[in-house]
């Protein structure tokens, strides 16, 4: 049962079709290259589809308390550009969280240009709904990852073209 969800967007100078290709490809090498000194690895069960889990080792440097994010691809549609992710370990806010499931979107928006919509259902354990700080949060860290992939497809034009 999800007690609640917000949603977040961001504008990337880079088309839909390459950041597809990043996010819809967990067996994709270029996310520990991409996030190079925040991202240490990233190791899949499965074949990269649905019911993959994906554990993605954090820098100590930089991760804070939270050291690894293991998730469940619980449903990819390539035709809509869409990833729904169940988050399985850490997260930014795991010890008050029952469940939380990540949506992506990847959206065209011009010519060389998309637009990620990201929708995050959640259940606290304590049944409230999350503080706006809270979902600022999650929402943050997981955009933080796409802006940097957008940085490293602009300053790789030839990678995933």
């Not at 293991?70 to 809509?80: F, H």
């Amino acid at each position: 049962m999800v007690a609640g969800s917000f949603t977040d967007e961001c504008v990337v100078a880079v088309s839909a079709e390459r950041l597809w290709k990043v996010v819809s490809s967990v067996k994709s090498t270029l996310l520990p290259k991409a996030c190079a000194g925040y991202i240490d690895a990233v190791e899949v069960e499965g074949a990269g589809g649905v019911d993959s889990v994906t554990t993605m080792k954090f820098n100590p440097a930089v991760a804070g308390e939270v050291m690894v994010v293991k998730t469940r691809i619980v449903a990819l549609d390539d035709a809509e550009r869409v990833m729904r992710t169940e988050v399985l370990q850490g997260g930014k806010l795991s010890a008050e969280l029952k469940s939380q499931v990540n949506e992506v979107k990847v959206e065209a928006a011009g010519e060389g240009a998309s637009v990620v919509k990201l929708k995050v259902e959640y259940e606290r354990l304590d049944g409230a709904t999350m503080a706006p700080e809270h979902q600022a949060k999650i929402a943050q860290a997981l955009l933080g990852l796409v802006k940097k992939v957008e940085a490293y497809l602009v300053t790789h034009p030839g990678e995933l073209a």
